[in-house]
């Protein structure tokens, strides 16, 4: 989405890291300042697999504004001796994801489809790889992060990578469907630079934070699709109204 509206992307993920690290620094407010960055930074990809070291290549007008959001906390953690980390996370999921990412946009159409609701789902590139965790295993490594002694910058990642075919593959098959039967190529999906591989390096967080993947990829996708099923169920049962929590 940042292709159709990269003003507003960089006003937001750019521009909206540096006003509250200004914030920061203006009120000397004694706090800790996590950074969201992106593995999407890395893009392009220098090398395989991606670490702290690898340098970035950004291919979307998101990816670009992550890169300065990155090198603005950077900057201000070594200037003015703010607490503040950069946690390079790579594609975390949970029932909680979005239909904007192609993982939830996936999991609830097989939910419809199973239903009766649905016969296709449209599609961009098959073939995009991507290193795919757990999203509260993830959100524990932030908070590590913030409970070092010092700042520092860590990329969190599974070290595995699938494809979204394999995505499809997983999903569609624990639910005891062919999705060759039901996804169609829509052209639109595609960006217009792609990223086409991605696959990190946690060794950082392992030696320094004690941290390490607990969910594999598998798992992960089941999960993923037992919730958008039971969720739909209570939808459709006009009990939806909380669906969310808990998850």
């Known amino acids: 989405m940042s292709f159709d509206i990269p003003e507003y992307t960089g006003e937001i993920t750019a521009l909206g890291t540096i006003r509250i690290l200004e914030a920061i620094r203006e009120t000397g407010i004694d706090c800790k300042f996590y950074q969201a960055s992106s593995s ?3 893009g392009k990809v220098q090398e395989v697999p991606q670490s702290e070291t690898t340098p970035f290549y950004p ?3 998101y990816a670009a504004a992550k890169v300065y959001a990155y090198w ?8 003015f001796n703010i607490f503040a980390c950069n946690g390079i996370l790579f594609n975390h999921e949970s029932p909680r994801r979005g239909e904007t990412f192609v993982t939830g946009k996936i999991t609830r159409a097989i939910a ?3 239903a009766g609701l649905d016969k ?6 098959l073939e995009a790889k991507r290193d795919w965790g757990y999203a509260p295993e993830y959100v524990e490594a932030m908070w590590l992060m913030l409970q ?14 699938h494809s979204v075919k394999d995505f499809l593959d997983e999903a569609f098959g624990y639910v005891g469907l062919d999705w060759q039967e039901h996804i ?8 217009p630079t792609e990223v086409d591989l991605l696959i990190g390096k946690a060794e950082k967080a392992k030696s320094k934070l004690g941290w ?3 969910t594999d990829f598998k798992q992960l996708v089941r999960l993923m699709v037992e919730a958008d099923q039971g969720i739909l169920q209570l939808e459709l049962a006009g009990k939806a109204e909380s669906i969310y929590q808990g998850l």
């Open 72 to 79: 603005v906390t950077v900057n201000y953690r070594e200037a």
């Open 212 to 214: 390490f993947p607990k």
């Open 40 to 42: 999407e930074m890395y």
């Open 120 to 125: 296709k789902l449209y599609l961009g590139n």
């Open 148 to 161: 070092q002694d010092e700042p520092d910058d860590y990329v969190i990642a599974t070290g595995t990578n």
């Open 112 to 114: 419809r489809i199973k």
């Open 59 to 61: 291919r979307s007008p």
């Open 184 to 191: 169609e190529i829509d052209p639109k999906y595609f960006r």
